[in-house]
Structure formats: structure tokens, C-alpha cells
């Protein structure tokens, strides 16, 4: 261990589960600001591109954000980056980003601020080349004695080093007896490239060789046959190192001879630029980077060199000079100047921690405090401790990412929506199914307290809900002032909504022109969708909910639909969706249960929502604190999975479609050509039915788009009903389990991960996927059964859904046996809880986790477990009082 540390300058942590490599660090003047001082540049194997500036933090400031100028996400994993005079038309300094298919070259300009934020920095993008094979590192330099410029040499995968000058692809050629890249490095003096085979060899090539050499190997492509013919490839010289190579690096210390140094397992290397052994020091420890620079010393070179064991040792040739103390074991390792110290040691982790830190001669030690023997007042340091508490309170409470002096300068958004339907509707469809459609006036107010300029308000719906405008450019408002929008939202589809709330964002700049976001929601009620109706007494889909509370008159629960009812009856309410079934609500006489009916599973869910927020409301007004919704089951597995089976089909309808019509414009466009040859040959022959083909496939064609386009709409509407039926099933495990605000939240991330479907990623393989990940983390069976990683994987639609069902069902079960929905890994365990009567925990099935039994076994065994409810007495004596919870029993005592 040393005595001494690094001592740390500054310091960053890079991400969260990002990897870095050797290759993922340089540094300079990437900017072109012409100050003398470097900036930092870092990829990762993530595609995340970072730049800093770093500098020291004072004592009351924060200086990560102001140190980070430029933070990018490429699309493609970072391999290296390096700077250089990549681009012809420019002498100044670019960035070049090599990934595994493509090579970037990119410009960093920086523009200074007019607001507090400071200077702004921008990535452009200058020219890039696809690479047809894998890249695996790259070099760079005046390759054959070019000045002012720089040239790339990137080797692949498979030994082929494909050389590019600068926006022109020059040529490429392979290695001869290649098994597996190693390090790549460039000799200006000797204009030749230093690499190690997999025969543990070093072995130089000169540029001049490879430019007029051609490669005997059948793996050459047949583009650059042209472009490489002349001798075979040889190697200038070879010299045997008998161990792996790690990096090597030609440092530019000296006009009259080069070092090339090769970093091994075990020793390090200084090699002539001929090919002679210069010096070899055997290690005793494992290293894992290193940095040759220019010695003071002449003719010497220094080695920076860190280790596994967290230790940076400083060598002048083979002689160890210094050792100092890191925090982590780097994989890369630079030296930089920066405004306050030149000659910082830059070194970057595998995991991320980016560290510019000095060798001090200070060691650190802890010196114990002296005992201060003076007696304590503890008056005083109560009345201290009562003030600093106090302190942090209020500091907590004003806490937030910006300044809250601008307080002043905020936007308050408030939604009103009319408690009155719109006297003249607002809609654009005016009837459907018969039934005028009415429309409701929201009125948005907009106070400000300082001066905003430029606001732009808008107004997001959910299909198939509808505004009379949802964009709005405002006047500039002064301090003080208040505005007030009006517009009116109605139906616009031909199917119910899966939800009646609404969002709205204003956007605006402050008087110091900072961009700013003002944000509210309103819910349109539940007259927007649907009329008062008759109340039928069967149904198809049934849903009973518990209370624990005396009934209520549905008439003082539901004043707005009571009203216009045609029936008197206050236990029963019906709802006629205007684009949906009708939807009824009964209220037990003799019990504390309400029942909700329907022709259509999902059309449940609005009129549900409604009825337990209603009640919620009801009993608060009255003051009652101990009210309470619940369910007891059974979980209505098998309707929620026909909606799922509906959307899924039509998913896979849309892909045939797709399929289909790709083929069939694939074959017109072949019929066009041929026909346009024989229309352009001078000696005219017989089209031969080629223009009666053309026209059938033009039909199709059509047809085709036409029933893709019908598939569309139809899967639009399938979806907005899948999230209506999934809103219903996790209001009813809500209610089952008695979930708690945060779970139920986890619950709706989970099920509800998309607001809208794509072709590239659906509902099936989103659920599946959280559904999956809670299963093996909160949801596992111990903690012992947790998934230590979990896989990352593309997503996919998947063959069926019979995968998902299986999940669905087995998050239910582990929730109904006490499992608690969390993010934290310390809530894993499930808990015991008290059942609700008629609901029995569904067995464990004794398989491995990945066999997939039958699911309708499976549902049929979680659906159809029979739960004894309980009896309830009346004056006719109901004799199937037994009856197992599967709605029959609540039946008969809503009819009793």
C-alpha cells in the first residue's frame, strides 16, 4: 500500500450501469477556443457521449453541472474517440467517433449565453462512413507524410484495415495470417503501423507497402479488387513478445528515433522503431493501462502506468519514481492541462468514474480532535438544535433544480370544467347511435405574477375525445395579469373512451427569456359519453363492489342522471354509453353490495370508476373517515383475456397486411419495368397480358391498402377498449388487496406502459415484460428466487399470448397469497394478510418457472375455486344462501 494519494482535483460519476473501455477516453481542445486547455471527451459502450470542462470546486458551489459542456445519446455503442485534423476543407481540431458499423466525424462548436445557463454547446455532425465489417479500434496521423491533415486507419473484426482520407474511402487490406485483432498504434517517423498478432508478435507494416500491396485472401470484397492490386502484404519487421499485448503507444518525444511501448500481461516493452529492443521491465503486479509522455530528461521517457491494485506508478524508463494511491482501478488513463494546473492525471473506471487528480506529497492521516472539557449548556444546545431544524425544514421545503427566488415569475394554471352540458353542442359528429352528442365548456385560468412572453397553450385528449381547438398562441402578459380560455371538449369517435381526463401545458419564456412549462389536468364527467337509460336486471359481465357502510340512495350518489331517468327505482340507475352498451347499476336492499352489469366487458370500467369515486365523495361529505370499497372476486381473468386475444389478432392482421402489401407493390413495380422496356424498344412486340396483370395488381394493391387502412381503425378502437378492460382489472385488484396509493401506481405502470400502440413496439410485449420483471424481483416467491440480472433484449411481438396470460395470472395469484408491489428491493418477502370472505389464495403451481402449462387449466383453477360467501338472512327465506362466489349468491340478495 502507498503512502501517498492521489490527491483528487475533481471528479464525476459517469451514468448508471454504463462501460467504458480504454478507447472511450481522449483529451484536448476539442472546441477550437484556443485557450491552451484541454476539455475532457468520453463514450461509452452505451452510445452516450460526454464532454467537460473540468475545474475546481470553491466551498459553496456545485461544480459537476458547470464542468459537463455537451452530453449527446448516439444511436450506436461507443468504441473510441479520438481528436484530430479529420476534416479537408478545416485545420482545426474534430472528433471522431468510432462505432461498430459506422465511423463519425463531428464538430464541437460552443456559443455563448445571454441567460444565467451560460455558454451552449452543440455537436454537429461533419461526414461519417458505414464500415462493412465490425470495427475494433482505429488510429490516426499524417499517414504517408500528408501535413495539415489527418488520416484514419480502422481495424476489423477479421484482420482487414480499411484506411480513410478524411471524407474519402481510400482502400483496404488484410493482415496476413490474422486470427484476432490487438492494438493499433501509428510511427510518424517511420510512417508505418504497430500491431501484435495473435501469434504474440509484434509486427510493422509501412503505409507505402499497404497502399500499392494486395492481399492474396479469398476474403478481400470484389469493390476493392480495383483498388488493391500489386505486391503481396509483408511485414517490415517482426519481434516476439511470447505474451498477450494490452496497448501500445508511440509517443513523439524525439525527431531523431522512436519508442514504440508495448504494454504486456506481465512486462512492459520499449522497442526501436526498427525493430531492436530498447529496454523490457518485468511487472509484479497486473497492469491495466498506461500513457508514455516526454521526460524532462533527455533522452528518457516517462510511463504513466496503474495497476488492478488501485495504485498509479510513475516510471522514468525502468525506473519506478513515484506511487500513488486511486480510488479505482482505470482502464484508461491521460495527462491534461487545465486553467488552475497543467499536468493533471485524467483516468476513467469501467464503470464510470471519471477522476483528474495530482500527486501530492502529503500523506493523509486522521488526527483525533482535541476534547473540548468545558461543561456542555444543554439549554443552549436545545434551542440551537430547535433553530437548525427549523432552518432545514424551511430549506427543504423550497428545494428544486432552479432558483426559488424566481418565484415571482411563475404561471398558475387553473381548469373549471361547467358543471352544464353546452346549451348548442359543440361536436363535430352532432348525433350517433341516434342520440345527439353534447359537448362541455372547460374554462382554463391563466395568472402570472412577473412579466411572460410568447405563451403557447395546448390541450391533449385521449381518442376519442375531441377539443373545439387545442393549440392557442396568447398575448404577452404583463406582471399581475390574469387571462381566461375558454374551449369545449365532446366525442368524436364511434367507441366509448378509456379515459376522461384531459392535460394542459403552457408553454412560455420568463422576462429573462428562460423557457418555461406550466402545467395542469381537468376531468370531463361522466354526461360527456352517456345518457340516463332504464335499468335491466341480467347482464353478461358482472361486477359486484363491497362497502362497509349502509347502502346509499344511487339517486343522491348520481343527482345528474336521476333526473332525466325514466325509472324511479333508487336502487337501480342505468347509463346508455352513446357509442357503447348499456351499463347498470344495482343497489343490494338487504346487503351493503352494488352490482355493475353490462353487455361489454370494457364498457364497465367508466361507469365503475365513477360509482367508487361517488361514494368516496359521499361518505366524506358526511363525514364518515372509516369508509371503505372492496372486492371480493373473482377476478374476471378469462373476459379481460378475450379483449387481449381481440387486440393481439388484430396486431397480427396488421403485420399480414403489411407483409401482403410489400409484396404486391414489390411485383408491380417489376411489371412497370417491364412493360416501360418494351414500350421503349424500337421493333414494338406483344406486351403479352403484361398490361392485364399490371391492373389486377394495381387492384390489389388497392384492395390491400384499403382493408390495411380498415385494420387500422379497427385496431385503434381494440386498443382504447384494452385499456378501459385494464383499467377495470386493476381498479378491482385495488380493491381486492386494498392497495395502497404508490402500489396501485406500480400496478398502472406496469399493465398501462403505452398510451398508444406502434409497429414497433405493442401492449403485449411491453406487459409482458414489466409483468416478468415483477415476478422475479418484489413479486418472487423469497428473496433467494430474485433474478440477479435481467435480460435486456430487444422487444418483439411475441407468436401468441398465451406466454402473457400465464404472467397476468401469476402476478394476481402472488398478490392474492400477500405480495406487495415495490420498487425497493427491501419489500420482497410477502406478507400475511387477512383475507376478504369468499376469496381463497390460489396454490403455487409445482413447475419451474419457465415450463408454460396449460392456461386454461390455470385460469380455470384461479377462476373457479370455490369460496363459501356469507349468509345473509331475510324475511323469504333465500335457500341458495351457499352458493359459491360466482355471482349467483349476490344475486339472489340484490333480488331479495
Not at 342 to 371: E, N, R
Not at 439 to 456: E, F, M, Q
Request: net charge negative.
Amino acid at each position: 500500500m502507498s503512502l501517498f494519494k492521489a490527491r483528487d482535483w475533481w471528479a464525476s460519476v459517469l451514468g448508471e450501469g454504463e462501460e467504458f473501455d480504454q478507447g472511450c477516453l481522449c483529451v484536448g481542445d476539442v472546441d477550437n477556443s484556443g485557450s491552451g486547455y484541454d476539455k475532457i471527451v468520453v463514450g461509452s459502450f452505451m452510445g452516450m457521449l460526454r464532454i467537460f470542462s473540468p475545474h475546481p470546486a470553491k466551498p459553496d458551489e456545485q461544480t459537476e453541472a458547470d464542468a459537463q459542456l455537451l452530453e449527446v445519446q448516439l444511436p450506436d455503442p461507443i468504441i473510441q474517440v479520438e481528436m484530430g485534423k479529420f476534416v479537408s476543407c478545416s485545420e482545426l481540431l474534430h472528433l471522431a467517433v468510432l462505432h461498430p458499423r459506422k465511423l463519425s466525424v463531428y464538430a464541437v462548436s460552443g456559443t455563448a449565453g445571454n441567460v444565467e445557463h451560460g455558454d451552449q454547446y452543440q455537436l454537429r455532425l461533419v461526414y461519417e462512413h458505414n464500415l462493412q465489417r465490425t470495427a475494433c479500434n482505429m488510429t490516426y496521423g499524417p499517414f504517408g507524410g500528408v501535413t495539415g491533415h489527418h488520416f484514419i486507419c480502422i481495424q476489423s473484426m477479421d484482420g482487414m484495415l480499411m484506411f480513410f482520407e478524411q471524407e474519402t474511402y481510400a482502400f483496404g487490406r488484410f493482415l496476413p495470417g490474422f486470427l484476432l485483432p490487438g492494438p493499433l498504434s501509428y510511427c510518424i517517423r517511420t510512417d508505418s503501423f504497430i500491431t501484435v498478432s495473435s501469434i504474440r508478435q509484434v509486427e510493422c507494416y509501412r503505409y507505402e507497402t499497404l497502399a500499392v500491396a494486395t492481399d492474396a485472401d479469398t476474403r478481400q470484397d470484389s469493390d476493392q479488387q480495383s483498388k488493391s492490386s500489386g505486391k503481396r502484404l509483408t511485414a517490415d519487421w517482426t519481434l516476439v513478445l511470447g505474451e498477450e499485448a494490452l496497448d501500445i503507444c508511440v509517443p513523439n518525444t524525439s525527431s531523431a528515433m522512436s519508442s514504440i511501448f508495448v504494454l504486456g500481461e506481465r512486462n512492459l516493452f520499449c522497442v526501436k522503431d526498427n525493430g531492436q529492443i530498447r529496454f523490457m521491465k518485468k511487472l509484479e503486479f497486473n497492469p491495466c493501462c498506461f500513457l508514455p509522455y516526454g521526460s524532462v530528461s533527455e533522452g528518457s521517457t516517462n510511463i504513466l502506468m496503474c495497476n488492478h491494485n488501485n495504485m498509479l506508478l510513475v516510471y522514468q524508463d525502468v525506473t519506478l519514481k513515484w506511487v500513488a494511491q486511486l480510488s479505482c482501478v482505470p482502464v484508461a488513463v491521460r495527462v491534461a492541462n487545465f486553467p488552475e494546473l497543467k499536468g493533471l492525471v485524467v483516468t476513467l473506471s469501467s464503470d464510470g468514474h471519471l477522476q483528474c487528480s495530482y500527486m501530492g506529497t502529503d500523506p493523509s492521516f486522521f488526527t483525533a480532535p482535541k476534547v473540548d472539557a468545558r461543561e456542555v449548556n444543554y439549554d443552549e444546545v436545545d434551542t440551537e438544535m430547535k433553530m437548525l431544524q427549523k432552518v432545514i425544514r424551511e430549506a427543504s421545503k423550497t428545494q428544486d433544480i432552479l432558483p426559488r427566488a424566481e418565484t415571482e415569475e411563475e404561471l398558475t394554471l387553473t381548469a373549471i370544467v361547467s358543471s352544464h352540458l353546452d346549451e348548442v353542442s359543440c361536436a363535430v359528429i352532432p348525433e350517433m347511435n341516434g342520440m345527439p352528442v353534447p359537448s362541455v365548456t372547460v374554462k382554463v385560468k391563466i395568472k402570472n405574477r412577473g412579466a411572460v412572453h410568447s405563451p403557447k397553450m395546448t390541450v391533449c385528449v385521449q381518442p376519442p375525445l375531441g377539443v373545439t381547438q387545442d393549440q392557442f398562441v396568447l398575448d404577452s402578459m404583463g406582471s399581475g395579469c390574469e387571462l381566461v380560455v375558454r374551449f369545449s371538449a365532446f366525442l368524436n369517435g364511434h367507441y366509448p373512451p378509456a379515459d376522461l381526463c384531459g392535460d394542459i401545458a403552457v408553454s412560455y419564456s420568463s422576462a429573462t427569456g428562460i423557457p418555461r412549462v406550466s402545467q395542469c389536468k381537468f376531468n370531463l364527467p361522466l354526461r360527456l359519453v352517456c345518457y340516463p337509460s332504464s335499468a335491466i336486471k341480467n347482464a353478461k359481465y358482472k361486477i359486484t363492489v363491497d362497502t362497509n357502510k349502509p347502502p346509499v340512495n344511487l339517486s343522491e350518489v348520481f343527482p345528474d342522471f336521476s333526473e332525466k331517468s325514466e325509472n324511479n327505482d333508487s336502487s337501480a340507475l342505468g347509463f346508455q354509453l352513446i357509442t357503447g352498451s348499456r351499463v347498470i347499476v344495482l343497489a343490494s336492499k338487504t346487503s351493503q353490495r352494488y352490482r355493475i352489469q353490462s353487455e361489454s366487458f370494457e364498457d364497465i370500467w367508466l361507469v365503475a370508476k365513477e360509482l367508487v369515486q361517488r361514494f368516496d365523495r359521499h361518505f366524506a361529505s358526511l363525514g364518515v373517515k372509516d369508509f371503505r370499497n372492496s372486492f371480493t372476486g373473482p377476478i374476471p381473468l378469462p373476459e379481460f383475456f378475450e379483449t387481449v386475444d381481440h387486440h393481439f389478432e388484430l396486431r397480427v392482421n396488421a403485420q399480414k397486411y403489411q407483409d401482403l402489401l410489400s409484396e404486391r407493390a414489390v411485383q408491380f413495380r417489376a411489371i412497370q419495368r417491364r412493360l416501360l422496356t418494351r414500350f421503349k424498344d424500337k421493333t414494338p412486340g406483344p406486351l403479352q397480358n403484361l398490361d392485364t396483370l399490371m391492373e389486377g395488381t394495381y387492384r390489389q394493391v388497392i384492395a390491400l391498402a384499403d382493408a390495411a387502412e380498415d385494420n387500422r381503425e379497427r385496431l385503434i378502437q381494440a386498443f382504447t377498449r384494452l385499456r378501459s378492460a385494464t383499467h377495470l382489472l386493476i381498479l378491482l385488484l385495488s380493491l381486492w388487496q386494498g392497495l395502497s396509493s404508490e402500489q396501485t401506481a406500480i400496478l398502472e405502470a406496469t399493465l398501462l406502459p403505452l398510451l398508444q400502440d406502434t409497429p414497433q413496439l405493442g401492449w403485449e410485449e411491453s406487459v409482458d415484460a414489466a409483468v416478468s420483471h415483477l415476478l422475479k424481483t418484489c413479486l418472487s416467491r423469497s428473496p433467494k428466487d430474485q433474478a440477479i440480472s435481467l435480460s435486456t433484449g430487444p422487444l418483439t411481438i411475441p407468436k401468441d399470448t398465451s406466454r402473457l396470460k400465464k404472467h397476468i395470472t401469476l402476478l394476481c395469484d402472488r398478490l392474492g397469497k400477500g405480495g406487495r408491489l415495490s420498487l425497493s428491493s427491501e419489500a420482497n418477502v410477502p406478507t400475511t394478510v387477512m383475507m376478504p370472505v369468499g376469496c381463497e389464495s390460489i396454490p403455487e403451481p409445482i413447475v419451474e418457472q419457465e415450463e408454460e402449462p396449460p392456461l386454461q387449466q390455470e385460469s380455470a383453477k384461479y377462476i373457479k375455486k370455490k369460496q363459501p360467501s356469507k349468509k345473509i338472512k331475510s324475511k323469504s327465506g333465500c335457500p341458495n344462501r351457499n352458493r359459491m362466489a360466482n355471482g349467483n349468491c349476490r344475486e339472489e340478495a340484490i333480488k331479495c
